[in-house]
């Protein structure tokens, strides 16, 4: 069975710092895709960040770029996000997925997994 679990989430003031992480069970993330999405409170679920399998390739988000990072450690089979110069746009629910096609420009996951999702809120 299948499991993420996303950790890190938090209040913290605009131009903080949080490091999420999503530590996965039941399957070895080296072999997927993996992202991080996120749903802002009223809005519809955007693709942050993510990682190709293929050919170890990111993608990262225009309104999250040069402020974001993700990274992931294969020994410890977890992704992590880490998030600098948080702004107050930046809040919502936050989550990671694993599947052999994982998309962030059309939020698609394919043969995958979601996490529950750790909320982020950023004050101004």
């Known amino acids: 069975q299948v499991q993420l679990v996303e950790s890190g989430g938090g209040l913290v003031q605009s131009g903080g710092s949080l490091r999420l992480s999503c530590a996965a069970s039941?399957?070895?993330?080296?072999?997927?895709?993996i992202g991080w999405f996120r749903r802002a409170p009223g809005k519809g679920r955007e693709g942050v960040s993510c990682?190709?399998?293929?050919?170890?390739?990111?993608y990262t988000a225009d309104s999250v770029k040069g402020r974001f990072t993700i990274s992931r450690d294969n020994a410890k089979n977890t992704v992590y996000l880490q998030m600098n110069s948080l702004k107050p746009e930046d809040t919502g629910v936050y989550y990671c997925a694993t599947g052999t096609s994982v998309s962030c420009r059309v939020v698609s996951v394919l043969e995958g997994a979601w996490g529950q999702g750790t909320q982020v809120t950023v004050s101004s």
């Open positions: 039941g399957v070895t993330l080296a072999n997927l895709d």
């Open positions: 990682i190709r399998r293929r050919d170890g390739s990111t």
